[in-house]
């Protein structure tokens, strides 16, 4: 592999639609209200969405979510880009950033200059124990769905063994949550925008209005240890640990650099893209780190020609808390059996060294699993162009990192982004 790209390639504009669940609409609509954000967001230089040469969409299971197969053309013609190649990209919960991937490899190779990537799902539609089973089929269904693993399941097994060799305490997870909610707070297109603090407070309220006996609790710390409040899910994993099941949809224009300026003046360019595969999680010898987010920053991190040292902001894959932990340390920011110290000590947190996930991440965002990928961009879009509103990092992000991951790990693709 040259490990380079055949020319330059950037973004020049980026959407995201509300995440939540949203029973009267679907995966048409959710894009389609991405797509008008992404075009709002071109800047002022006279840009025709007929210019978007292919539409790459990430998707996990449409036909299973919303017995919806052959996605991709539906959605061009929704957004008018019929007759133009349109393609459906499926990577488990790293479909949308595989969708990317192939998108700027696309335009890379020089047969595209312009193209639209998407990602979407539409998961509430169905009963969470159905949701459950659908996403259970990213595992092994020969060998690990007969044993009963969930997704909760299969990142409790790691919790366990990470807890087990590096002596974390469980309650190092929760502050993985604490932090993921106040920056979700902050973003109005998130699932959950409150605190944990809030949500307390509105059960509270609520409690009080019945009446009878009040639960109490005194900090976010005393809610979430509290198993009424919130219930293990997979031990050690609780209702807080989780990310929920979202509703959204995601969108980037992605284009030849050296067109870049005609659709604006603050482009960002593609410094770094990588993609790794492994076995399934019955199969690995090592539970605490994932080898495939290991290879795939690393491909990242060379192509780019940058340290892990230099990334001034991060969207990482935190469909669970644990999750998160193992990202930070497979991508270097911390070393191996440290990472569950960040979120405790505040390197993490939108004002910290390295802050992680100030979308809310998918814990307080959301993960329409499919979407994820496109819309952790849109969120370093926005931070680094200084255009994140209330939950804007204080310093200059120039250099940032986007890691996603499908199923426990098989797919693992990292981009990593500058300024043009
Ligand atoms: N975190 C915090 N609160 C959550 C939540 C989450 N992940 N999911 C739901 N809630 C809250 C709801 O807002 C609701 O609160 P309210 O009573 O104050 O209104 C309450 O919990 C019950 O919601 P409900 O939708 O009935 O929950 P559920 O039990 O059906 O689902 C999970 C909860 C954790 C099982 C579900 O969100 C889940 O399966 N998450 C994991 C999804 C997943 O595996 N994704 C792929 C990862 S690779």
Request: hydrophobic share 45%; glycine share 12%; net charge neutral.
């Amino acid at each position: 592999m040259k490990g380079k790209l055949g020319r330059g390639v950037a973004l020049v504009g980026a959407g995201v639609g509300k995440f939540g669940a949203f029973p009267r609409k679907d995966s048409r609509d959710l894009f389609v209200e991405a797509f008008r954000e992404l075009v709002a967001s071109v800047d002022n230089k006279g840009f025709d969405p007929t210019e978007i040469e292919a539409l790459f969409i990430g998707n996990y299971s449409s036909e299973l979510f919303e017995h919806q197969g052959h996605l991709a053309p539906i959605l061009a013609d929704w957004v008018g880009l019929t007759p133009r190649a349109a393609l459906r990209v499926e990577g488990a919960c790293a479909s949308g950033g595989i969708a990317l991937r192939q998108g700027v490899l696309a335009v890379a190779s020089g047969l595209y200059d312009v193209v639209l990537v998407g990602g979407v799902e539409r998961m509430t539609a169905l009963p969470t124990e159905a949701v459950t089973d659908t996403l259970a089929t990213a595992g092994d269904v020969l060998y690990e769905f007969p044993a009963g693993f969930t997704f909760p399941g299969f990142y409790a097994a790691m919790a366990t063994a990470y807890a087990a060799r590096y002596g974390m305490p469980y309650e190092a997870l929760m502050e993985v949550a604490r932090k993921n909610h106040a920056h979700g707070a902050l973003n109005d297109k998130a699932q959950f925008g409150m605190t944990i603090r809030a949500i307390m407070d509105r059960r509270l309220a609520k409690a009080r209005e019945k009446g009878g006996p009040l639960p109490g609790w005194r900090d976010e710390l005393d809610f979430l240890r509290d198993p009424g409040a919130n219930p293990p899910v997979a031990w050690p994993l609780r209702l807080f640990d989780c990310s929920p099941i979202t509703d959204g949809a995601a969108a980037v224009l992605v284009v030849a650099e050296e067109l870049a300026r005609r659709f604006t003046d603050r482009p960002l360019r593609v410094l770094g893209t990588g993609q790794a595969s492994d076995a399934c999680l019955y199969g690995r010898a090592d539970l605490t780190s994932l080898r495939s987010a290991r290879e795939a920053a690393a491909q990242a991190y060379t192509m780019a020609g940058v340290k892990p040292s230099g990334v001034k902001l991060a969207e990482v894959h935190d469909c669970f808390t644990i999750a998160e932990v193992l990202a930070v340390e497979d991508l270097g920011f911390f070393p191996s059996g440290q990472g569950w110290r960040a979120a405790r000590d505040g390197a993490t947190h939108r004002d910290g060294t390295i802050p992680v996930n100030t979308s809310g991440g998918l814990k307080a965002k959301g993960h329409p699993v499919g979407a994820s990928g496109v819309a952790q961009v849109v969120e370093l879009w926005k931070q680094m162009r200084g255009e994140a509103g209330p939950r804007q990092v204080g310093h200059d992000v120039d250099l940032a990192l986007a890691h996603n991951v499908g199923g426990t790990g098989q797919t693992c693709v990292v981009h990593i982004f500058g300024r043009g």
